[in-house]
């Protein structure tokens, strides 16, 4: 099997990656869904896009838990 | 005039796909880090492709479809590997694997509902499909794989039951 580097720096390769793109898409869900919110107009395109910002919020967070799963637990 | 078949971003989704053949080599070698390197570089250049696409002014329908395409043969394929060499849990990822096929047929079937080429936009599948990149990353990794997958698929349930709503109840909107 070949090893690039050793598995501990692996994994913190790994852990680097999925938290600071879970945390920054955090943030983008998030400021999409207060921007949706602020819409007035209750349109099916609203719902849509207030749905699809909650699952990305969702996935991220499932992410982070995970980190914090394979650290702590 | 609408950008041919043969434009820069079409041909790195073509550069996409044809990282699906590494990447079965290295799980079925069991080559953890090299698998990963893998997925990594798909999952740049599937970020790449669409700013390639606008960058060049290359978008078409074409490209649309050859990148759902593509998306859906590398990470599903992936999936399907990592399940057989039992680097992923084979439960989840039959479940995943059933409610893509049953979101593609509720698809088809708002497709026909709609009468036109257009389908349903739902950003949180899209959202999902990307995540699907990521999970096949845990599963390479052997990154709390017992966690991610039950939970993701019970969220994309919760996706295609929506979505399903949105596609079959829904009046459909112009």
């Not at chain 2, 990470?75 to 992923?88: D, F, K, M, T």
């Not at chain 2, 088809?108 to 949180?124: D, E, H, K, P, V």
């Not at chain 2, 039950?150 to 112009?174: E, F, G, N, W, Y």
């Amino acid at each position: 099997m070949i090893e690039l580097v050793p598995h501990s720096v692996f994994m913190g390769i790994a852990t680097v990656i999925i938290v600071g793109t879970c945390a920054s898409w955090l943030v983008v869900e998030y400021v999409n869904l207060r921007r949706t919110l602020r819409e007035t107009v209750h349109t099916p395109e609203r719902h849509d896009r207030i749905f699809g910002s909650i699952i990305g919020a969702a996935i991220m967070v499932i992410g982070l838990v995970g980190v914090v799963k394979y650290y702590w637990f | 005039m609408e950008p041919g078949v043969v434009n820069p971003a079409n041909a790195v989704t073509l550069a996409r796909l044809l990282t699906i053949f590494p990447l079965w080599y290295f799980i079925a070698n069991d080559e953890r880090q090299l698998a990963f390197v893998v997925i990594v570089v798909g999952g740049l250049m599937d970020l790449v492709d669409g700013w390639v696409a606008k960058a060049f002014h290359c978008q078409t329908a074409f490209g649309e479809v050859f990148d759902a395409i593509a998306d859906g043969l590398l990470y599903g394929s992936a999936l399907v590997v990592l399940a057989v060499y039992g680097w992923a849990p084979r439960g989840p990822v039959v479940a995943i694997m059933g409610l893509g096929v049953v979101n593609a047929v509720f698809r088809y079937i708002y497709q026909r509902r709609a009468g036109r080429t257009m389908n349903y936009l739902s950003l949180a599948m899209e959202r999902f499909t990307g995540n699907l990149a990521f999970l096949i990353g845990f599963a390479i990794t052997g990154y709390e794989v017992d966690f991610y997958f039950p939970v993701c698929a019970s969220l994309m349930a919760v996706i295609v039951i929506h979505d399903a709503k949105r596609m079959l109840v829904d009046p459909v909107t112009r």
